[in-house]
């Protein structure tokens, strides 16, 4: 079974890698990590090749990934006994309120 798609984009059913995005837009791997994680420490014209690289690949950044290269998640756990009792139910929606307002920062 042949494909129409170009040897570095793979199968139509496999997501397209960070080094697809790379080799179309002309950039090192790492430049497009660069892209995703810290965007301010790249060139804006590299910036916008890898962005239109990325949209055209239709490729999203694995966030599991990504926290497991870099040991960090924007995760927050909470144990609660549960919550049918309203203050631990107003507890957590408090939490998940203030983290929010944290992230949008």
Known sequence: MSSDLPPEIGPADAAPTLSA???RAGVSSITVSRVV?????????????????MRELGYVPNL??????????NSVGVLV??????IFADTVQGLSDT?????SR
Do not use: Q
């Open 21 to 23: 995005v790379a080799k």
């Open 37 to 53: 994680r810290l965007p301010d420490l790249v060139a804006p014209e590299t910036r916008a090749r890898v962005e239109r690289a």
């Open 64 to 73: 599991v990934a990504g926290a497991l290269a870099s040991a960090r998640t």
């Open 81 to 86: 006994p549960t919550i049918a009792n309203s």
């Open 99 to 103: 983290l929010e307002r944290a992230a």
